[in-house]
């Protein structure tokens, strides 16, 4: 199922415009949400990393994780959606699942399907929007899944 044209969109996956690493969000989530964000990965069998600093560690709660100490190493988990598509999601607060993908490993039509099928998938699950912003221009969304239209939509023109 095709949500987005990359005819219509390339404009926002250039990464010398968009900055190659676009800040991606869930707003309004809980230590629930993040531990169903978990539990989807598992699910679908999306191969996956864990990391605290360098040092790499099975894939805990997610209320261990959010637990942690301010001052603690920052703990990512690294997605592969595909051999060469990444999404990198940092714990950096409870009620926002946020994560990085990289502009550059999402050029053509192929690759923005997998995007908006990945963005389904986490937008589903949690019942929530997930919206896309440039990066640095964190609150100001290009793109996100749309949960009344169950589809991923442009929320700015090209």
């Known amino acids: ?14 990464p010398d415009l968009m900055g190659p690493l676009p800040d991606v ?10 531990q169903a ?46 051999a060469d598509v990444l999404a990198i999601f940092r714990f950096l607060d409870d009620e926002v699942v946020d994560f990085d993908v990289d502009l550059r490993e999402l050029q053509g039509q192929e690759r923005i399907d997998v995007l908006c099928s990945f963005f389904r998938e986490i937008g589903r699950r949690l019942g929530r929007s997930v ?7 964190y609150g100001h969304p290009i793109l996100g899944f ?8 442009l929320l700015m023109e090209p």
């Open 25 to 34: 969000r869930v707003p309004d989530v809980s230590v629930e949400g993040w």
């Open 1 to 14: 199922m095709t949500d987005l044209l990359w005819d219509e969109v390339k404009c926002f996956f250039d």
């Open 37 to 82: 964000v978990l539990d989807l990965v598992a699910e679908k069998g999306w191969k996956c990393q864990y990391s605290e600093g360098e040092t790499v560690l099975p894939v805990p709660r997610a209320e261990a994780v959010l637990s942690r100490p301010a001052d603690a190493e920052c703990p990512n988990l690294r997605v592969w959606l595909t």
């Open 131 to 137: 919206l896309m912003d440039a990066e640095g221009a």
């Open 146 to 153: 749309d949960v009344e239209t169950d589809r991923v939509v």
